[in-house]
């Protein structure tokens, strides 16, 4: 591979890298199920790998994080710059891999689809999709909270005016 990339995304509950390896606490989720109707604030943390090729190292990048609803509102930007060296005895031409890990505070506003989008000096792009949703009794208090909301057609209502 000639173009640096963003090899993977990953959700975790928390997440570091020391000494070039990734330490994930509660990793590799893609359904996050809350206890409450939203808004659902979250400690959360993304964790994202870049293969860098041989011909990219040396130089900097730059790499954006974005969390988004599927309806493109973004809840959360990190971004930044990487340099990747070329350590002594690597072989010619091998890539290289760097991670970085971002913990944060989001608030779900709404129930559904997410999506992390991983973006490497704006031509490489990685997407990962995961879902907000309730547990079993949020999800019931919501249905009945909808069914108060609705008009009952079933009761009558005033008399109609004989013309």
């Keep these: 591979m000639d173009e640096i990339s963003v090899e993977w995304l990953i959700l975790a509950d928390?997440?570091?890298v020391v000494g070039e390896k990734l330490y994930l606490l509660g990793g590799g989720w893609d359904r996050l199920t809350v206890n409450k109707p939203?808004?659902?604030?979250?400690?959360?943390?993304?964790?994202?790998?870049?293969?860098?090729?041989?011909?990219?190292?040396n130089q900097k990048h730059r790499?954006?994080?974005?969390?988004?609803?599927?309806?493109?509102?973004?809840l959360f930007k990190f971004g930044g710059t990487f340099?990747?060296?070329?350590?002594?005895?690597l072989p010619q031409g091998q890539s290289q891999r760097t991670q970085i890990a971002v913990n944060m505070g989001v608030v779900f506003n709404k129930l559904g689809g997410y999506v992390i989008v991983g973006?490497?000096?704006?031509?490489?792009?990685?997407r990962f999709p995961f879902s907000v949703v309730p547990t079993d009794a949020v999800a019931a208090a919501l249905a009945q909270q909808?069914?108060?909301?609705?008009?009952?057609?079933?009761?009558?209502?005033?008399?109609?005016?004989?013309a």
């Design 14 to 16: 928390a997440a570091t």
């Design 38 to 57: 939203p808004p659902v604030p979250h400690q959360m943390a993304v964790a994202a790998s870049f293969s860098v090729p041989w011909n990219e190292t």
């Design 63 to 74: 790499f954006d994080l974005e969390i988004c609803d599927l309806d493109g509102t973004s």
């Design 83 to 89: 340099e990747v060296g070329r350590p002594a005895g």
């Design 119 to 126: 973006r490497v000096d704006d031509h490489a792009e990685a």
């Design 146 to 162: 909808q069914v108060r909301q609705q008009p009952n057609d079933d009761q009558p209502g005033p008399p109609e005016a004989e």
